[in-house]
């Protein structure tokens, strides 16, 4: 009842928002903040790395929207051929891993390192596997010595390579959402629990001061599935059965137990990880099959501010807290990735959640991804927010959007931004319009597009003063008619694959938004009053 009341709230003081009209003295003292959303970002897996489409399009996010960090899985996958057994005896390949890491740090992009999955060596016999390209999941704990080797040699190895101030300022994050035992670790949570010591010991044994943490658990839960050693399938159907999802209890997995682990073991934790993506897949064993929940709008907060309760009251309240992977939904053929409503998502989203996170990386920069194999189309409802060919989805712009924001907010409500760069005074604001009528569930396939389109509209009405006169802003607008590379794909007809002409022709559209130039008059004052479509931004910057 009381999320229902919250909801209900927020209505209330949006519709009352959509009336008001806006003014913000742009000479105001500002509050600082930090671009929590530009830390990180994520892939798929280390060998795709390696090919020229992944490194240029790397180059492309960082440029233009900031990302210092990319996490990504397989980093000791068999195609990075990191060891070699003989005789019994294992000797030690980075090569690969070199070739990807000093191209990354060549684009000024640093590794997050995903310490998985385990070299065929070091799995257990007949390992169990994970994606068509065969991620070892099973544990082998007589072997658990030898992966505290790998990772100290791993780790030195970086330190040779990169120097410790460099490797310093890196991540490294032990395994990947383990708690899924039908998915990324068949075997237990006591056994993750080891392989998190092991780990950390290894990392650790090299240079004290090099940062560690866990347990990189899956989305947020509101049953008891994950509190046994293995995951539960036997019917708490909570989730099924509530009346709204949105009035449960939901907490993180596997989270406050990896901790209370951590302090009787005397084991340092630099920084809790874990995924809230919006969604949840609980398993129905009366038919056998999971069912796809959508939460509402301020989920990703929720769960943030029961993250920062729980580590502030363990014995590592100073850990940071970095969000590994997020999205819409975690299924890499949501049609909804493809689509215009995540960019207000993540606008909305990242705003609303400024202090909460040291870093909320966005799953994923591309469709170069191939955790279920290749795309069967060129838009197949990939996480990326580029696709293979190269071809920029509105999500990018949601995040090209954000970087562009000053480090001082002067304003802020429920569907505006108003901020100012501390170096040279300029103002940048960003309005969004996730509409009021779709709070109760972040958008996803689930819905048909057609519901999406329907939102509601709402005014912006703004007034910036304390300008010099002749100060120019250049407002560029992503809405359902510019930037959304769907709809126009769809216009010319799906080309299945398009021509080179066509995808010279599909970037230029993606690229370049609506575009307009407004000039201060001698009131000293930018003034601005318009409906935004539902799901549209409007980036407004100061150029002079």
Not at 303 to 312: A, P
Not at 438 to 463: C, F, T, W
Not at 499 to 515: F, H, V, W
Request: hydrophobic share 35%; proline share 5%.
């Amino acid at each position: 009842m009381k999320k229902v009341l919250l909801l209900a709230l927020l209505l209330a003081q949006v519709k009352i928002g959509v009336a008001q009209s806006v003014s913000v003295n742009s000479k105001e003292k500002g509050e600082k903040f930090e671009h929590f959303w530009s830390k990180s970002v994520g892939a798929g897996r280390a060998n795709e790395g390696l090919r020229a489409g992944w490194l240029e399009q790397l180059e492309k996010v960082q440029e233009n929207c900031g990302f210092e960090f990319v996490r990504f899985h397989g980093i000791f996958h068999d195609d990075m051929f990191p060891v070699f057994e003989k005789d019994g005896k294992y000797t030690y390949n980075w090569q690969y891993i070199d070739d990807l890491f000093d191209r990354m740090l060549d684009l000024n992009v640093r590794p997050f390192v995903e310490l998985a999955f385990f070299p065929t060596p070091l799995a257990a016999e007949n390992s169990k596997t994970q994606f068509w390209w065969k991620a070892n999941i099973t544990p082998d704990e007589s072997k658990y010595g030898e992966w505290h080797n790998m990772v100290k040699a791993f780790t030195q190895h970086c330190v040779d390579r990169y120097g410790i101030d460099e490797v310093l300022t890196w991540y490294f994050e032990v395994w990947n959402e383990p708690n899924l035992h039908y998915g990324f670790f068949d075997g237990t949570k006591s056994q993750y629990f080891e392989l998190y010591k092991q780990s950390v010991l290894a990392v650790r044994s090299v240079d004290k001061r090099l940062k560690v943490g866990g347990p990189s658990s899956s989305n947020f839960v509101a049953d008891g599935r994950y509190d046994g050693e293995v995951e539960s399938r036997s019917g708490d159907l909570i989730t099924f059965t509530a009346d709204n999802i949105n009035d449960l209890q939901w907490k993180g997995s596997w989270i406050v137990d990896f901790l209370k682990y951590c302090e009787k073991e005397k084991l340092p934790v630099d920084f809790v990880s874990t995924h809230p993506y919006p969604t949840d897949y609980p398993f129905n064993p009366t038919t056998g099959k999971g069912k796809d929940f959508s939460r509402y709008v301020n989920s990703t907060k929720d769960d943030m501010e029961w993250l920062n309760k729980v580590i502030k009251n363990s014995a590592y309240p100073n850990a940071e807290i970095h969000l590994t992977e997020w999205n819409t939904s975690p299924n890499s053929r949501d049609a909804m990735h493809d689509f215009l409503p995540p960019a207000a998502y993540i606008t909305k989203v990242n705003l609303d959640c400024i202090g909460l996170a040291n870093s909320l990386a966005f799953w994923t920069f591309t469709d170069i991804f191939e955790e279920k194999g290749g795309g069967e189309s060129i838009f197949h409802g990939g996480f990326g927010m580029i696709n293979y060919q190269g071809l920029v989805k509105p999500s990018y712009h949601a995040y090209r959007m954000l970087h562009q924001l000053g480090d001082e907010k002067l304003f802020k409500n429920d569907y505006l931004f108003v901020s100012r760069k501390s170096g040279n005074g300029k103002v940048v604001a960003l309005a969004y319009n996730y509409p009021e009528d779709h709070y109760n569930a972040v958008p996803s396939s689930i819905k048909k597009i057609d519901k999406y389109e329907n939102g509601k509209p709402r005014q912006l009405k703004m007034e910036l003063t304390n300008l010099k006169p002749g100060t120019q802003f250049k407002l560029e607008t992503l809405d359902k008619d510019h930037g959304n590379i769907y709809n126009y794909w769809e216009k010319m007809g799906k080309p299945e694959p398009p021509t080179r002409e066509q995808i010279k022709i599909m970037k230029d559209y993606a690229e370049n938004l609506k575009t307009e130039i407004i000039t201060v008059g001698e009131d000293g004052k930018f003034t601005i009053n318009r409906d935004m479509s539902p799901w549209s931004l409007v980036l407004i910057e100061q150029i002079n």
